[in-house]
């Protein structure tokens, strides 16, 4: 049955990519994990799976969507949606129904009403003196460097939102991280509820198409918790392609490592 699996996996795989080109990537080979970006209307969904041994005869793929945008509701629902499509779909491959049921959410989202332009506001000055206070300890990774462009992980230990943006407000104190080109991030925080425990988790590419999807996935892999990563980018001139997603990888996990935030 495990060899039958593997013959439909990999069947599935080949369409896949063949269908989405370039929006299809192959995260993880041995682990058997990949991605695909969604895009309709304007809006952006990464949908990352992980195939199982006993996917598709018993058990469905292992998933996780990337939608920073995306109100929480919206993303429960939209995970309830794909959890229906599988039981309707038993025993089958069901990567395909899930792209496109996605796309189907996507291409049924109204677009946002103009409205009209809010008189200016009275520039508020931030208090520095409380996120010193409250900001929760920062570490900042080694830089890396690469055909001009260099990459530099910051990591801390959040329990809250609140913890979360301190870190970045105070992030962005430093002129240089500031003036990045890119500074994206990703969270990851455990919460104790009545029903046990829940993560909270998101995501921001802040203009590195991806970035953002890819650390929470590293988050997810790693099974951090109550940890922030930002990644500042400058960008050299010279575009590297997909080296870039490995240096942001190693700038993450690097400043999670130095923080003493990895899990053993």
């Known amino acids: ?18 269908i989405y080109g370039a929006d299809w990537s192959t995260e993880d080979e041995a682990t058997r994990s990949y991605s695909v970006r969604i895009e309709d209307n304007k809006n952006e969904v990464i949908l990352y799976v992980t ?12 998933y996780e969507l990337s939608a920073p945008w995306m109100e929480r509701k919206a993303k429960t629902n939209l995970h309830h949606t794909l959890d229906e499509v599988y039981l309707e779909n038993v025993g089958e491959n069901v990567v395909f129904q899930w792209v496109e049921k996605i796309r189907e959410v996507l291409q049924a989202i109204k677009p946002p009403e ?30 890396i460097i690469d055909r001009k462009s260099s990459f530099q992980g910051h990591a801390a230990e959040v329990h809250s939102l609140e913890d979360v943006n301190a870190v970045l407000s105070k992030l962005k104190l430093n ?10 991030y990703a969270y990851r925080i ?18 590195e198409a991806h970035a953002g999807g890819r650390m929470l996935h590293l988050l997810q892999i790693l099974d951090q918790r109550n940890t922030l990563v930002v990644v500042s980018r ?7 392609g997909p080296d870039r997603f490995r240096h942001i990888n190693n700038a993450s996990r690097q400043a999670i490592q130095q923080a003493g935030l990895l899990k053993k």
């Open 1 to 18: 049955m495990e060899s039958e699996n593997l013959i439909k996996q990999e069947e599935e795989i080949e369409a896949l990519s063949s």
């Open 175 to 184: 002129k240089k991280i500031l003036n990045a080109t890119h500074n994206m």
């Open 51 to 62: 195939m199982p041994d006993d996917y598709p005869s018993q058990s469905p793929p292992k």
């Open 190 to 207: 455990e919460r104790k509820t009545a029903k046990g425990v829940s993560i909270l988790q998101d995501c921001d590419d802040d203009g």
């Open 114 to 143: 103009k409205k009209e332009k809010a008189k200016p506001r009275a520039v508020e000055v931030l208090d520095k003196t409380l996120i010193n206070i409250n900001c929760p300890e920062i570490t900042h990774g080694q830089v």
């Open 234 to 240: 400058w960008y050299g001139g010279i575009q590297l």
